[in-house]
């Protein structure tokens, strides 16, 4: 009986050890991050940590394997008429800071992009974007954010949660209105760019962004401020909007 009481014991003891085994491994490849290659890394790419594919429209698989045995950090893929990002740009979020993806026919970002958690430029210039993922809230690292030249009818709620946005470009879209209640959590936000939108007001409490330094606002539909306020610059800008806070 003992003995197998002892035996039930060490069964029951391996058994927990697998389970526990299978709990910590990644649900899946994909999770664990993309194996790297056994070649031996480009030394131009290792030394500039990046990858130029503008108005590449094929990509050879060993560039892709190059990108993630160097690293690297930089990948441009600009002008390449690309309807969606590549899996294998995705497959680079153990080392990718920023991701030039301007001037394509973009109408969506995937999921998966909340994965790049490293990147901190985005540039999603000239697409043809309504909205994004709200997994972008996941890249906390952001702090270039370009938006300019698609169809943004609204500032991305997914963008108010992302601490570290110095500057956000999101001129010549569709915009409204905007939402200072939210813009003034972004206390990192220095630089915003509204300019050739379809602001019909221009809301005082925006000179309350805590760090704003600059606020382009130019070609909307508002009057007030005037076009001799706006000339001035951001600075006369700021300081006629704080003028107009009302007071409590």
Request: charged share 20%.
């Given at each position: 009986k003992?003995?197998?009481?002892?035996?039930?014991?060490?069964?029951?003891?391996?058994?927990?050890?697998?389970?526990?085994?299978l709990?910590?491994?990644?649900?899946?490849?994909?999770?664990?991050?993309?194996?790297?290659?056994?070649i031996?890394?480009?030394?131009?790419?290792?030394?500039?940590?990046?990858?130029e594919?503008?108005r590449k429209?094929t990509v050879p698989?060993?560039?892709?394997?190059?990108a993630?045995v160097?690293?690297?950090v930089?990948?441009s893929m600009?002008y390449?008429g690309?309807?969606?990002?590549?899996?294998?740009?995705l497959n680079l979020?153990?080392?990718?800071?920023?991701?030039?993806?301007g001037?394509?026919?973009?109408?969506?970002?995937p999921?998966?992009?909340?994965?790049?958690?490293?990147?901190?430029?985005l540039?999603?210039?000239?697409?043809?974007?309504?909205?994004l993922?709200?997994?972008?809230?996941?890249?906390?690292a952001?702090?270039?954010?370009n938006?300019g030249?698609n169809?943004?009818?609204h500032?991305?709620e997914?963008?108010?949660?992302?601490?570290?946005i110095?500057n956000?470009i999101?001129?010549?879209?569709?915009?409204r209105?905007?939402?200072?209640?939210?813009?003034?959590?972004?206390?990192?936000?220095?630089?915003?760019?509204?300019?050739?939108?379809?602001?019909?007001?221009?809301p005082?409490e925006?000179?309350l962004?805590?760090?704003?330094r600059?606020?382009l606002?130019?070609g909307?539909?508002?009057?007030?401020?005037?076009a001799?306020?706006?000339a001035k610059?951001?600075?006369?800008?700021?300081?006629?909007?704080k003028?107009?806070?009302p007071?409590?």
């Amino acid at each position: 009986k003992q003995w197998y009481q002892r035996r039930v014991a060490i069964t029951t003891g391996n058994a927990i050890k697998d389970y526990l085994k299978l709990k910590l491994q990644p649900d899946s490849l994909e999770e664990a991050g993309p194996t790297i290659p056994d070649i031996k890394p480009d030394e131009i790419m290792m030394q500039t940590k990046t990858l130029e594919l503008d108005r590449k429209t094929t990509v050879p698989n060993e560039l892709w394997d190059q990108a993630v045995v160097c690293s690297i950090v930089r990948l441009s893929m600009q002008y390449c008429g690309l309807t969606v990002i590549p899996e294998q740009a995705l497959n680079l979020r153990g080392s990718l800071q920023e991701l030039e993806l301007g001037s394509n026919n973009l109408h969506q970002l995937p999921p998966e992009i909340g994965k790049l958690v490293k990147l901190r430029k985005l540039n999603l210039l000239n697409n043809n974007l309504k909205e994004l993922p709200e997994e972008i809230s996941s890249l906390v690292a952001l702090e270039d954010v370009n938006l300019g030249q698609n169809k943004f009818e609204h500032i991305p709620e997914c963008l108010y949660s992302l601490p570290g946005i110095c500057n956000l470009i999101i001129s010549n879209n569709q915009i409204r209105t905007v939402e200072p209640a939210k813009l003034i959590t972004m206390t990192s936000l220095v630089c915003l760019d509204l300019e050739n939108n379809n602001i019909g007001r221009l809301p005082p409490e925006l000179s309350l962004i805590p760090n704003i330094r600059t606020l382009l606002v130019m070609g909307n539909t508002f009057k007030i401020p005037r076009a001799d306020v706006l000339a001035k610059g951001s600075a006369e800008v700021i300081a006629w909007l704080k003028n107009k806070v009302p007071q409590p």
